[in-house]
Antibody
């Protein structure tokens, strides 16, 4: 059974930092792209970042709203993907979901974790 | 960025109704479109990829069609478990983008 479990969310002040983690099980983690997607309270879904797998040199993509502030990384030996979030703003308040990439030439995401809530407030 | 526009934003329907949701892209995305279902307090569930391919385990009452800039998700006979919010998502280009969502509510 595919499982993705996020952790690391919490309350942080504007300008602060937080590191989210997502541990995967039930599939060969190293074979997959991995993503972070967020959802602000009562709002829709917003893709945040992607990290490709080793054959694609672990290259990354970011949404413009987080580029330069957030960094996605992965550790295939730990079946984990991370999101380092710096210079946090109130607009970053959201549930952050980890997602498994799915595709061949173009990639969407097929499994999601339960999410971890990040609240940016003073 | 490719903008994804869903309509309607809310649809009121009864069990057994046929429901159609439209998703329009601001530029051509080929057939690189996915659909997700989300219930309150839950993670999204993957329904359809590449416009019309049904994910394993998804009931056959769900179907998708379209290409280029216009796409539809159809639920042929609405069931109680289908009341939820539905999102389209393009994965033709970065940044990956979602539609604003369509809430299917009980009439």
């Amino acid at each position: 059974e595919v499982r993705l479990v996020e952790s690391g969310g919490g309350l942080v002040q504007p300008g602060g930092s937080l590191r989210l983690s997502c541990v995967a099980s039930g599939f060969t983690f190293s074979d997959h792209y991995m993503d972070w997607v967020r959802q602000a309270p009562g709002k829709g879904l917003e893709w945040v970042a992607r990290i490709r797998h080793r054959p694609r040199s672990y290259t990354t993509e970011y949404a413009a709203s987080v580029k330069g502030r957030f960094t996605i990384s992965r550790d295939d030996s730990q079946n984990s993907v991370y999101l380092q979030m710096n210079s946090l703003e109130a607009e970053d308040t959201a549930v952050y979901y980890c997602g498994r990439g799915r595709g061949i030439s173009h990639y969407t995401f097929d499994f999601w974790g339960l999410g971890t809530l990040v609240t940016v407030s003073s | 960025d490719i903008q994804m526009t869903q309509s309607p934003s809310t649809v009121s329907a009864s069990v057994g109704d046929r429901v159609t949701i439209t998703c329009r892209a601001s530029q051509s995305i080929g057939t690189w479109l996915a659909w997700f279902q989300q219930k309150p307090g839950r993670a999204p569930k993957f329904l359809i990829y590449k416009t019309s391919s049904l994910e394993s385990g998804v009931p056959s009452r769900f179907s998708g069609s379209g290409s280029g800039t216009e796409f539809t998700l159809t639920i042929s006979s609405l069931q109680p478990d289908d009341f939820a919010t539905y999102y389209c998502q393009q994965y033709n280009d970065y940044p990956l983008t979602f539609g604003g969502g369509t809430k299917v509510e009980i009439k």
